[in-house]
């Protein structure tokens, strides 16, 4: 599965935006085709730094988003006791991009439902579901890509077009 949004990508310059996006989209279309993509591990020190054990550098979230974008995945532990903090950065890198983004992903009502979910018994039927619909918007945002990419010499109304097959059978 593709996990890169081309749609969610943006560049401090407005000109490299198009090539960034191309770029990223296409590497992870790249990974996912050759079962490249893989787990990158990070640890989290007291002083709030972030290590990136394969590079041995010390990285900020805007790197982690980038390697999230290019289709990997990431783990992070605290180096003090191993406690696996991954969703609580990945929270953070999320809420980086909804407070820079003039149209958030979630809204105020995204979160309060959200949020009320995660305090009822149908917590677990509600992760599920979720899953199961970003994965869907995945393998659509994927085909959209692989049908830009072999249309880009072509008209660009002739990809909404095959969008528009597919939803509806003709």
Known sequence: MLHCSI??????????????????????????ATGTSKLREFRKYPNRRIYDLQTSKYVNSEYLADLILAGNSIKVKKADSEEDITQLILLQILADKEKDDSAPLLTNLALEQLIRFASNPYTRAASVFIEQTLE?????????????????????????????????KK
Not at 13 to 32: C, M, R, Y
Not at 140 to 167: L, V, Y
């Open 7 to 32: 749609l969610a990508v943006h560049s401090h310059n407005g000109q490299d935006t198009d090539d960034k996006i191309l770029h990223l989209a296409a590497f992870a279309v790249e990974k996912q």
């Open 136 to 168: 869907f918007l995945a393998q659509q945002n994927e085909m959209f890509f692989r049908s830009f990419i072999a249309n880009r010499s072509g008209s660009p109304f002739s990809t909404f077009q095959d969008a528009m097959k597919f939803w509806t």
